[in-house]
């Protein structure tokens, strides 16, 4: 069965940093891409960034550009994104999905970051 | 990249068929056919219900389905059920090597 739980979530100050980590199991992680989507309270999907298989590729939405970055440890099934410089605007539920091509078909629960003074 | 468009809200009867829309552009939507639909129930995670513009996965019902027109893609659920009461999102990959969400779609089961 294919598993994805995300942790690091938290209580964050505007302007800190904070790193989420996706536990992946179930599957070849090494095989697939993956994705970060955030959701804010209350409002819809935004896709964030995705990583290729072994980790040589990686895009952003404009808005993280600079200050996310994605990573991930093959060897430990684990996709991490590390968050710095946050803003009020960030607070979201923070999903790992595992995508092939268009199809974003395995979403872990989330992780609720929360970014406030 | 602007959020793809679509309705705020659909409703229909049990029993009725209704089609959500999704419009995007020539750099996304009317590009590719990596064009998917989710399904949201409140504090639940999103669940696949169609990708590639009209595959269904297994487990998912065959009253979805899904299409695509230019830069409109569609999502028709039909013999609709009080289970079916979500919100509903499309998503396509787009030209920059991103991919966009539709702004979210609340289907209410009259």
């Known amino acids: 069965e294919v598993q994805l739980v995300e942790s690091g979530g938290g209580l964050i100050q505007p302007g800190g940093s904070l790193r989420l980590s996706c536990a992946a199991s179930?599957?070849?992680?090494?095989?697939?891409?993956m994705h970060w989507v955030r959701q804010a309270s209350g409002k819809g999907l935004v896709w964030v960034s995705r990583?290729?298989?072994?980790?040589?590729?990686?895009d952003y939405a404009d808005f993280v550009k600079g200050r996310f970055t994605i990573s991930r440890d093959n060897a430990r099934n684990t996709l991490y994104l590390q968050m710095n410089s946050l803003r009020a605007e960030d607070a979201a539920v923070y999903f790992c999905?595992?995508?092939?091509?268009?199809?974003?078909?395995?979403w872990g629960q989330g992780t609720l970051v929360t970014v406030s003074s | 990249q602007s959020a793809l468009t679509q309705p705020a809200s659909v409703s229909g009867s049990p029993g009725q068929s209704i089609t959500i829309s999704c419009t995007g552009t020539?750099?996304?939507?009317?590009?590719?056919?990596?064009v998917s639909w989710y399904q949201q129930h409140p504090g639940k995670a999103p669940k696949r219900m169609i990708y590639?513009?009209?595959n269904r996965p297994s487990g998912v019902s065959n009253r979805f389905s899904g299409s695509k027109s230019g830069n409109t893609a569609s999502l028709t659920i039909s013999g609709l059920q009080a289970e079916d009461e979500a919100d509903y999102y499309c998503?396509?990959?787009?030209?920059?090597?991103?991919?966009?969400f539709g702004t979210g779609t609340k289907v209410t089961v009259l």
């Open positions: 990583i290729n298989s072994n980790g040589s590729s990686r």
């Open positions: 020539g750099s996304d939507v009317g590009a590719y056919n990596y």
């Open positions: 590639d513009v009209s």
């Open positions: 999905v595992r995508v092939v091509g268009g199809d974003f078909d395995y």
């Open positions: 998503s396509s990959y787009t030209s920059s090597s991103t991919y966009v």
């Open positions: 179930g599957f070849t992680f090494s095989s697939y891409w």
